[in-house]
């Protein structure tokens, strides 16, 4: 009885629970957080169930994501790691290359995850590896997006390649991610219990048509429309490798709303963090409400989300850090039109 309760340890950990810790961090896409909250649970659920001599009846379920840049993917896995307190390892799919080309090999994604551990095996087994810009690894033709030719280095041999990692068992890794060419310095490691999570924008998913812009997101499809197999594979994915990434979730483009309560709501919103750096200059730092809309529809106007918040904040904020101390005392409250004018000059 005592190992059937330790099979259910994690039962404290709860999808609700993984949520409400990932809504502390995260502004919206409510959908893809429920969607991450239950496949981590079960991620962790599998772990257990393995380790105490269950049958390989469990299958993991690695996830696709799929979004507008600066929509929160990269940071919802980052955070998810480290709400679980497991390894995370962020890989660009770009650099990956088939085998026989320079570059990176697919088995450098789970030597930084070893890294990441200082070379702890087994922590690096049960930990989340993160591979941005999937979709850029789609199968090209010789009239393809990029213009690539039909030596296809970075598209079908890379999804190939792939394949092994996000569904096998055991490999060896490199020990040195800066020298993953010598193949003398490598570690075999199980990787059958590591969760992987694929991201993209599939900005170009839609060819354009008339009256129309190009861009799958730019059109405003319905909230958590899923985009099909069918898709994918119309677009260059081979249907091996969407059969391992069997969860999929769209992440929605966030709102003028959203980007202010970006700013200002999280545990680690940006706001707080520069009115404590000028708190310690003795600055009493504020925001108008338009001054954070004007900051929001910047970013939006940039289409880069979320991820344009921080250099557009620098941008307002340089003339009053630049002569901080001399300030001390003084109640600061920014504007619109201080917004305005700072944006104007990026």
Not at 221 to 230: Q, R, V
Not at 231 to 241: Q, T
Request: contains cysteine; proline residues 4%; negative net charge.
């Amino acid at each position: 009885m005592k190992e059937k309760r330790e099979i259910y340890r994690f039962l404290h950990v709860t999808p609700r629970r993984i949520f409400e810790q990932l809504d502390q961090y995260v502004i919206g896409q409510r959908h893809a957080k429920e969607v991450l909250a239950i496949a981590a649970y079960n991620h962790l659920k599998r772990i257990e169930y393995l380790k105490f001599g269950g049958d390989v009846s469990i299958r993991k379920s690695n996830i696709l994501m799929i979004g507008p840049s600066g929509s929160g993917k990269t940071y919802l896995a980052r955070t998810l790691a480290k709400i679980l307190d497991v390894a995370f390892a962020y890989n660009d799919a770009t650099a990956f290359t088939e085998a026989g080309y320079y570059g990176e090999d697919v088995e450098v994604a789970i030597g930084r995850l070893l890294y990441a551990t200082n070379q702890n095996v087994n922590a690096a087994e049960n930990g989340i590896v993160f591979i941005d810009e999937i979709d850029k690894i789609a199968r090209r033709g010789g009239s393809a997006r990029t213009g690539a030719g039909p030596r296809d280095i970075g598209g079908e041999g890379v999804q190939q390649a792939l394949l092994k990692i996000l569904e096998g068992e055991k490999i060896f890794v490199p020990l040195n991610v800066t020298a993953h060419w010598n193949k003398y310095d490598y570690v075999e490691i199980d990787i059958s219990n590591i969760l992987f999570i694929c991201a993209g924008s599939f900005s170009d998913m839609d060819e354009p048509t008339e009256g129309k812009t190009a861009g799958f997101f730019e059109s405003a499809p319905p909230p958590h429309h899923e985009i099909g197999t069918e898709e994918l594979v119309k677009y260059g994915f081979v249907p091996e490798l969407l059969g391992r990434l069997p969860l999929r979730v769209e992440l929605d483009e966030l709102t003028a709303d959203d980007l202010v309560s970006i700013l200002t709501e999280p545990r680690e919103a940006m706001i707080p963090e520069y009115q404590r750096l000028c708190a310690l200059d003795q600055i009493q730092l504020e925001f108008s409400r338009g001054a954070l809309l004007e900051v929001a529809h910047a970013a939006m106007k940039q289409r880069l989300g979320a991820r344009a918040l921080r250099a557009i904040l620098e941008k307002v904020l340089h003339p009053i850090l630049f002569v901080g101390p001399e300030r001390a005392g003084e109640r600061i409250v920014i504007e619109p039109d201080d917004v305005r004018r700072a944006v104007a000059q990026l």
